[in-house]
């Protein structure tokens, strides 16, 4: 793993524009549970029950008290850890330039990101359904479910509910992100789920350097990644960054 560490640590030093992929495992080590997979969020509830945007419509205090209300109180309190941070310190550096992400946690804003697309919104924020009035998630009442614009209609999450379409823009940039990088790097993500599967694939085509970051190999790992570093996304970042650093 060492010598991976290092490659990927000189292979970053002399990249000139390095994009980021990230999932819900980059989030793990905050604290927030991932919704797919073995232990994720959906293996408990239903998402159409749930987290569809119709259920939402039909009924939101259901969906408060079920899904979003544990969102917020685990969200609230989650804080970047050393992943994200590497991330951070790696822009700051002026190696990375986009983030990628698939999460609504803006742990990666937390940490200092500042170019960030958020293929499925954010969950920091409410907006009114009605006048497009935002509020702050953190400062949502739980006792008056659902939240309320002042103008009467319910706030709703900024985040993309199950039945709604990915921004386009959001794509439309992540697939440009994709064919300027250098480097992709991949991290706590198989990226199955499109439309975040076919990015690694694009920056692949156009002669991207892939390396993933996950804590075992992915459906990317045999013909899309050039290698991958298997392990806790904090303690490797940590160490690809010290090593970088001793390179600068
Ligand atoms: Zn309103």
């Not at 697939?175 to 694939?201: F, K, N």
Request: glycine share 6%; hydrophobic share 40%; net charge negative.
């Amino acid at each position: 793993m060492d010598d991976l560490i290092k490659k990927t640590a000189k292979k970053l030093v002399l990249a000139k524009n390095v994009a980021a992929l990230t999932g819900a495992g980059i989030s793990v080590e905050s604290n927030i549970p991932p919704f797919r997979g073995p232990g994720g969020i959906w293996e408990k509830i239903d998402p159409m029950q749930y987290a569809h945007i119709d259920a939402f419509i039909k009924d939101p205090v259901k969906v408060w008290d079920v899904l979003l209300k544990n969102m917020k109180e685990i969200i609230d309190l989650a804080k970047p850890n050393d992943a994200h941070l590497g991330l951070a310190r790696l822009e700051k550096l002026g190696i990375l330039k986009t983030i990628i992400t698939q999460n609504v946690d803006q742990l990666h804003q937390k940490a200092g990101n500042t170019d960030v697309i958020e293929f499925h919104g954010n969950f920091a924020w409410q907006r009114c359904m009605k006048c497009n009035n935002r509020f702050e998630t953190r400062k949502v009442d739980l006792t008056k479910l659902p939240p309320q614009c002042e103008c009467g209609e319910i706030y709703r999450p900024e985040c993309v509910f199950f039945g709604e379409m990915i921004p386009p823009d959001d794509i439309e940039r992540s697939e440009q992100v994709a064919l300027e990088c250098d480097i992709m790097l991949v991290i706590g993500t198989s990226a199955v789920v499109q439309p975040a599967a076919h990015i690694p694939v694009l920056a692949k085509r156009s002669g991207a350097t892939i390396i993933e970051i996950n804590p075992e190999r992915t459906p990317l790992t045999k013909n899309i990644s050039d290698w991958i570093i298997i392990g806790q996304a904090g303690r490797i970042m940590n160490n690809i960054i010290a090593e970088l650093e001793a390179f600068l």
